[in-house]
């Protein structure tokens, strides 16, 4: 089945740590994001990618970054640089620009947490 | 900037009362609308999109959503609530020609028995 593969489900972050979430897609969807989910906030855009080898910053980019090495693949490295980075982070994928109607595809989530 | 706007965080119904989710974009251009549904530790789930060939959009699971450009809303309702329709509810609006999507704060739906 084709899908959004998320991992790991859940993830502990010392201070100081740097973590990496992966994200991995087979729907051969060329555009990928990460969101943040805080309670009562919704979802906060971090990155998204449209295509292999680029990407832009989101709302939230602040303390994260991400590379698009390949088209699957979309991994979210979580930095010391960011103060508060307990939350729950989805990616998701769509097709390519311009077809307003295609949906974003989640997976089923990262939660973070602080040790 | 496009954006929508849920209205009450939390919604109480009882099992097999109507259920009403509402929804109000604020678009300059034709919006394009999304209703999603997550379930406690799940991702997203789409439940129905706006693509203007109707204003009543069927999904999936018994929800449908109405289109209202008078009232620039997209509300999402569910004739007769169901226990397994408690989760979180997202409103989400997708500019044309941009992959920019904005998501609502959410409603949290709970079904009383």
């Known amino acids: 089945d084709g899908g959004i593969t998320q991992s790991p489900k859940y993830l502990f972050r010392k201070e100081g740590q740097n973590v990496t979430l992966s994200c991995e897609q087979n729907?051969?969807?060329?555009?990928m994001y990460w969101y943040r989910q805080d309670p009562g906030q919704g979802l906060r855009l971090i990155y998204y990618s449209q295509i292999v080898n680029d990407f832009q910053k989101g709302d939230i980019a602040e303390g994260y970054s991400v590379s698009r090495e390949k088209k699957e693949s979309f991994p979210l490295t979580v930095t010391s640089a960011q103060k508060n980075p307990t939350a729950f982070y989805l990616c998701?994928?769509?097709?390519?620009?311009?077809?307003?109607?295609?949906?974003?595809?989640f997976g089923d989530g990262t939660r973070l947490s602080i040790l | 900037a496009q954006s929508v706007t849920q209205l009450g965080s939390h919604v109480s119904v009882s099992e097999g009362a109507l259920v009403l989710l509402r929804c109000n974009y604020s678009s300059s251009v034709p919006p394009y609308l999304f209703w999603y549904v997550q379930y406690p530790n799940q991702g997203l789930q789409l439940l129905l999109k706006?693509?203007?060939?109707?204003?009543l959009v069927k999904g999936i699971n018994g929800f449908e959503a109405e289109f209202k450009k008078s009232e620039t809303s997209f509300h999402l309702t569910k004739p007769s609530a169901h226990m397994s329709d408690a989760a979180e509810y997202f409103c989400?609006?997708?500019?044309?020609?941009?992959?920019?999507?904005?998501f609502g704060a959410g409603t949290r739906l709970t079904v009383k028995p």
């Open positions: 998701a994928s769509s097709t390519s620009q311009g077809d307003p109607h295609q949906p974003q595809h």
């Open positions: 989400a609006v997708r500019v044309y020609n941009n992959n920019d999507m904005r």
């Open positions: 729907l051969n969807h060329d555009a």
């Open positions: 706006y693509t203007s060939a109707a204003t």
